[in-house]
């Protein structure tokens, strides 16, 4: 490569040789204004000293290679604490000095909207991102007061389960969409809808690992069958990575022996399965959002706060 002259004309193939990534990315480069190419016919020619260019200085390499560790946040009944778990565990985890990026992948928005951001003035969200692999989705993610990265989601993103059914590997976009993204974070937390849709399997197949929050109520296990058996079939199938952090009891309330009750059999029936921690019932978790906030801002002393911290160390760890 240094050998060869600057002026030198590369394809985008060979530059993507020489720099050891996808052609995509080269042309991703390119069309982001990285790399300075000539569009000839259907491809461009690239000065070798432009690719030099690139690489000299050497590129900045962290000291530690390290990547974010993905959690998809997942259960496919409404209402369980999907959304208030990844919002609060994500602040939790900022709180223990890690850089967070939550990820919305459910077009209520609800995480967007708890963080923060103005979700019906967004022009562009993970929506687009999805749809379009040559999106550079840095300039997607907002900021958030609490300290966390948001990649948001708005309601358009409903008709991604149905566009995404012509495109190829569609269970995997968001998985490539996400890999742009893991050197920049330690922990990335997706928010899945509630079903086992598209989505939620493009969570699946994105993570290292699954929480699946369930309420210490009446009913609250009966899907819990069909959700593990789903996850099987992502592991046999699309991601043999894709491990179980656990069931994470939510909504707990300890005054009712139903609730005591239903937390001895779920410990019982999936033994190693069930985080210690547990996160108790409070309207707290109904104000804190309303108010833009996580628990761990509105209340720091609070029980739940202290749950999602202690949560977070085991998840940090794991
Ligand atoms: N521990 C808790 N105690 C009391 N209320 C809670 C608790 N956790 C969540 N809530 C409230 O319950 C409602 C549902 O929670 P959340 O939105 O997190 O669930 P979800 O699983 O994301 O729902 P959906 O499936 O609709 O996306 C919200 O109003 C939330 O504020
Ligand atoms: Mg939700």
Same mark, same amino acid.
């Given at each position: 490569m240094r050998t060869m002259a600057a002026d030198t004309l590369l394809s985008t193939q060979q530059v993507a040789e020489q720099l050891g990534v996808e052609k995509k990315t080269v042309l991703r480069y390119l069309h982001s204004g990285k790399l300075k190419g000539t569009r000839i016919g259907r491809d461009y020619r690239i000065a070798a000293g432009a690719v030099s260019a690139l690489l000299d200085p050497p590129r900045q390499v962290p000291v530690a290679e390290r990547t974010a560790i993905v959690t998809a946040v997942v259960n496919q009944k409404g209402g369980v604490g999907k959304t208030t778990t990844v919002f609060n565990l994500g602040v939790a985890l900022h709180l223990l000095g890690? +850089?967070?990026?939550?990820?919305?992948?459910?077009? !209520?928005a609800a995480l967007s909207a708890s963080a923060g951001i103005p979700v019906a003035h967004l022009?562009?969200?993970?929506? !687009?991102?999805?749809?379009?692999?040559?999106l550079d989705p840095i300039p997607i993610i907002r900021q958030t007061p609490s300290g966390v990265d948001v990649l948001p989601a708005t309601l358009d993103l409903a008709a991604a389960e149905v566009e995404l059914v012509n495109v190829t590997l569609r269970e995997l976009v968001l998985k490539d969409l996400l890999?742009?993204?893991?050197? +920049?974070?330690?922990?990335?937390?997706?928010?899945?809808?509630?079903?086992?849709?598209?989505?939620? &399997?493009?969570?699946?197949?994105?993570?290292? +690992?699954?929480? &699946?929050?369930?309420?210490?109520?009446?009913?609250?296990? +009966?899907?819990?069958?069909l959700l593990l058996r789903t996850l099987e079939k992502v592991q046999a199938r699309l991601n043999r990575d894709l491990k179980m952090a656990g069931i994470l009891p939510t909504m707990f309330d300890g005054r009712t022996t139903n609730a005591n009750e239903i937390l001895q059999e779920l410990r019982a029936s999936f033994p190693g399965q069930v985080f210690d921690v547990i996160i108790k019932q409070t309207v707290r978790l109904k104000e804190s959002p309303a108010a833009g906030l996580s628990i761990l801002e509105y209340d720091r002393g609070h029980d739940v706060s202290r749950s999602y911290l202690q949560l977070a160390q085991e998840v940090d760890h794991a």
């Open positions: 890690r +850089r967070v990026l939550l990820v919305d992948l459910d077009p !209520q022009t562009i969200s993970i929506y !687009q991102a999805l749809l379009d692999d040559t890999a742009k993204l893991l050197p +920049r974070y330690d922990h990335i937390l997706i928010d899945c809808p509630p079903s086992l849709g598209l989505l939620t &399997i493009n969570a699946l197949a994105a993570a290292d +690992r699954v929480i &699946i929050p369930l309420p210490c109520e009446f009913l609250a296990t +009966r899907g819990l069958n």
